[in-house]
């Protein structure tokens, strides 16, 4: 029998993303919505989307903010919103996600399938890197991109991973786990993760649940070797290592160590010293956010 979505909440993050949300808002609602709610979080939004869930009669709630909030902001909102409600869990995911309820009725499976399951994830499948997955992942790894573990098992434990087609348990929420919305951008998940494993919660990465995902990525080639690199605009180089720096300090070093940090700021520099263009500003950028980590400045930055 397939899970019941009606006690799931469907969380949608948007950012001058209007026809790929209402496109999305569509698909939800095109026959009989099997979510118990719907949410959209945006940010300094032109009403695109709140006139057409009016126009098409769609029952899903939208919130917008003056400001920019940010992937961190946007998730943190989105899951107290969707804990103030009376529902279970809270399937988060981007404006730009792939949305399969079938999907996530096997993830509302395994979720519930034992004690204490505070997050169950899909096997992203990132289509700009040669529909390559996401590794399950342990902790602060160089690299993200790396085929699937072969191990035939239909979920691991892992630390933590994207929130996008994520699976959160609202009881965890409701615990006072929350998203560390001053991180702005970047690293959110990770630090979520960390919170729900230290909180006692378990995360599961639903092997079986293949979700595609548009995530940038370039491919490069070393020698002997092609990898694949995020391909961001400069201005992410200001909250690479000062939103680590962040949930260090925050959890004690257990979230992730400064010789993981000084490993993730060394490959960043190499790879666009190799491969990444504007590299002074990126650089500039990189230890502008350095600075502001040891001085525990968060929020939004000076960019974008």
């Known amino acids: 029998m397939a899970a019941d979505l009606s006690r799931v909440v469907l969380a949608v993050s948007a950012f001058r993303s209007d026809a790929s949300v209402i496109a999305l808002l569509r698909q939800v609602f095109a026959d009989s919505c099997p979510f118990g709610a719907v949410i959209v979080v945006d940010s ?8 057409a869930i009016g126009r098409e009669g769609w029952k899903a709630e939208y919130h917008d903010h003056p400001a920019n909030l940010g992937s961190a902001g946007n998730l943190a909102r989105r899951l107290d919103l969707a804990a103030a409600l009376d529902m279970d869990w809270c399937c988060a995911i981007n404006h730009d996600g792939t949305l399969k309820p079938e999907l996530v009725q096997r993830q509302l499976a395994h979720a519930e399938s034992g004690e204490r399951i505070g997050a169950a994830y899909p096997r992203l ?18 690299f993200s991109v790396l085929e699937g573990e072969p191990d035939g098992q239909a979920c691991v434990e892992v630390a933590w991973s994207s929130s996008n087609g ?3 348990n609202l009881a965890a929420i409701r615990s006072g786990i929350a998203v560390w919305g001053d991180l702005w951008m970047g ?10 494993s230290s909180a006692g919660w378990r995360q599961l990465l639903c092997n079986d649940v293949r979700l595609e995902d548009s995530y940038e990525y370039r491919r490069v080639s070393l020698p002997g070797k092609a990898i694949y690199m995020a391909e961001k605009p400069p201005w992410y180089s200001y909250y690479l290592l000062r939103n680590l720096l962040i949930i260090r300090e925050r959890s004690g070093g257990a979230a992730v160590g400064l010789f993981g940090i000084a490993m ?3 490959a960043d520099i190499v790879a666009t010293l190799l491969f990444r263009d504007r590299k002074r500003e ?4 990189l230890l502008q956010g ?5 001085r525990g400045v968060t929020g939004k930055g000076p960019v974008p």
Not at 44 to 51: F, V
Not at 282 to 285: A, G, T
């Open 44 to 51: 300094m939004g032109s009403g695109a989307i709140k006139e």
């Open 125 to 142: 499948v990132f289509t700009s890197a040669d529909n390559r997955e996401d590794r399950a992942r342990s902790g602060l790894t160089l």
């Open 166 to 168: 994520a699976l959160y």
């Open 187 to 196: 690293w959110e998940d990770l630090a979520l993760g960390w919170q729900l």
């Open 264 to 266: 993730r700021g060394c």
């Open 282 to 285: 990126r650089w500039s950028l």
């Open 290 to 294: 350095l600075g502001a980590g040891f």
